[in-house]
């Protein structure tokens, strides 16, 4: 039989858990990238019509600019879903957000491309294409500490240059 008081006792330890904010409710901001995407010296936008970004979990080996791996290493979590804007009326430098939502990661550092594509915004990459413009650079997700585990929340001032070319 169970006592009234131990059943008592947890309820109240339960109640003050949630009180002092111990138990988490809901799902954390997801991890994500935001910043500035500037033109290089000599980039430019003629002839090309959507601006691209995307994130990957991060390679241990350092970027090889003759060699790039616009893929993340083989994780079974994927990157984000590509940020596709037509350039158009587009100005640089220019503000972008990228990211998951809400949720987390076990990823701690990520790959951030930003490129321009001669393809039309409507169409799915995830890479680009040889000859376009791109450029990159690595950040680290914040952890989301004890309440969730893994990394969470959107890095802030995550800026990229697009001042190479894709071989």
């Avoid at 060699?67 to 596709?84: H, K, M, Q, S, Y």
């Amino acid at each position: 039989m169970i006592d009234r008081r131990s059943v008592l006792g947890l309820a109240m330890s339960a109640l003050c858990a949630w009180l002092s904010g111990c138990i988490p409710f809901g799902d954390p901001e997801g991890p994500g990238a935001r910043g500035e995407v500037s033109l290089g010296e000599g980039v430019s936008t003629s002839g090309l019509m959507t601006l691209r970004v995307h994130a990957v979990p991060a390679s241990d080996e350092p970027f090889d600019k003759d060699d790039p791996r616009f893929t993340g290493p083989d994780l079974a979590e994927g990157g984000w879903i590509t940020v596709n804007e037509g350039l158009d009326g587009l100005t640089f430098p220019h503000l972008y957000e990228i990211g998951s939502g809400v949720g987390t990661t076990d990823t701690k550092r990520w790959r951030l491309f930003a490129w321009l594509s001669a393809a039309d915004v409507h169409e799915d990459s995830d890479a680009p294409s040889s000859g376009e413009p791109y450029g990159t650079i690595t950040f680290d997700i914040d952890d989301c500490g004890a309440s969730y585990g893994g990394y969470c929340t959107v890095t802030e001032g995550v800026d990229v240059t697009i001042d190479q070319v894709a071989p």
